[in-house]
Nanobody
Framework: VQLQASGGGLVQAGGSLRLSCAAS????????MSWFRQAPGKEREFVVG????????DYADSVKGRFTISRDNAETTLYLQMNSLKPEDTAVYYC?????????????????WGQGTLVTVSS
């Protein structure tokens, strides 16, 4: 199993980016799929998660209304559309997957992690 995150980069405040997480060896619809982020000197924090059905999503308050999680119909890629970016969104973003029902916000329960992609938002 491998998760490959991509799409990060440098963007000005107010701009947008779309992150991708390409999954191999697993089907995203059979896993809880989430995005986390880790800013320099801080702990990894939950951003958003999607249930296996794709019907339920859970967003951190800090990104509600600005970020959107989605997945493709081929069920191999997870996306994170990020709009109205702020300097405080600067972090390395990670995708994660769990085979089992878990508390989405808790990093301890995930089975697989991507390598991370850096997002830098300038003011």
């Amino acid at each position: 199993v491998q998760l490959q995150a991509s799409g990060g980069g440098l963007v000005q405040a107010g701009g947008s980016l779309r992150l991708s997480c390409a999954a191999s060896g697993l089907t995203v619809s059979s896993h809880i799929m989430s995005w986390f982020r880790q800013a320099p000197g801080k702990e990894r924090e939950f951003v958003v998660g999607m249930s296996r059905s794709g019907i339920s999503t859970d967003y951190a308050d800090s990104v509600k209304g600005r970020f959107t999680i989605s997945r493709d119909n081929a069920e191999t890629t997870l996306y994170l559309q990020m709009n109205s970016l702020k300097p405080e969104d600067t972090a390395v973003y990670y995708c994660a997957a769990s085979r089992r029902p878990i508390p989405m916000t808790d990093t301890r329960y995930y089975d697989y992690w991507g390598q991370g992609t850096l997002v830098t938002v300038s003011s």
